[in-house]
């Protein structure tokens, strides 16, 4: 996946009227959801559209209520079967004139909010296109009926970790059970 997508809908909040919502529609055409399945890794994307509203929060501030709307075609984890995958999401986005500031360190623990951004001069409404589907394409699709796989890796010539090795209290009861003598008979 590019770091930045190439698919762009710039909307420029200045032009806007302050007192009343807009409706927000994207759908991409044919070229550019190829250039975007391109972008993401995936087989293709066969419909995608963002619909919805912007509307006026105070003076100067927006918020987006949107629905994502699209249906994909990935590789299946287990086969390289192609997935089709239908998604419908809701898009939610506050810009704010004024957002809070965030601390600066080493570690900052996450906003509660995380739809708040700060307000841009320019909104690109294929960006908010393209991070929504990104982060609500299926990690690992599956063909139907594809069975899962089971691996395992470890050094040359040690015994591999199993599923009862990860339970680290199945141990500790063989223990209890060998100590208190149930074990035996």
């Not at 993401?40 to 105070?58: D, E, N, S, T």
């Not at 809701?90 to 810009?95: A, M, Q, W």
């Not at 982060?135 to 395992?152: C, F, M, T, W």
Request: glycine share 8%.
């Amino acid at each position: 996946m590019s770091d930045r997508p190439r698919y762009s809908h710039p909307l420029r909040l200045a032009d806007l009227s302050g007192g009343a919502a807009v409706p927000v529609l994207v759908e991409p055409g044919p070229e550019a959801r190829r250039q975007i399945a391109g972008d993401l890794g995936i087989r293709a994307v066969r419909k995608l559209r963002l619909a919805g509203q912007l509307r006026p929060i105070g003076v100067s501030d927006w918020q987006l209520d949107a629905t994502l709307g699209a249906t994909v075609v990935q590789d299946c984890v287990i086969t390289l079967a192609p997935v089709v995958t239908r998604i419908d999401e809701p898009v939610i986005r506050t810009y704010l004139a004024a957002p809070p500031e965030t601390p600066e360190a080493d570690e900052v623990e996450m906003p509660e909010d995380d739809t708040v951004e700060a307000l841009p001069a320019v909104l690109d409404l294929g960006a908010v296109l393209f991070e929504a589907l990104a982060l609500a394409l299926p990690p690992y699709p599956h063909a139907e009926g594809a069975a899962p796989v089971e691996l395992s890796v470890t050094e040359p010539g040690k015994p591999a970790m199993t599923d009862e090795d990860a339970k680290p209290f199945a141990g500790l009861a063989g223990l209890r059970d060998k100590l208190t003598g149930e074990g035996d008979g």
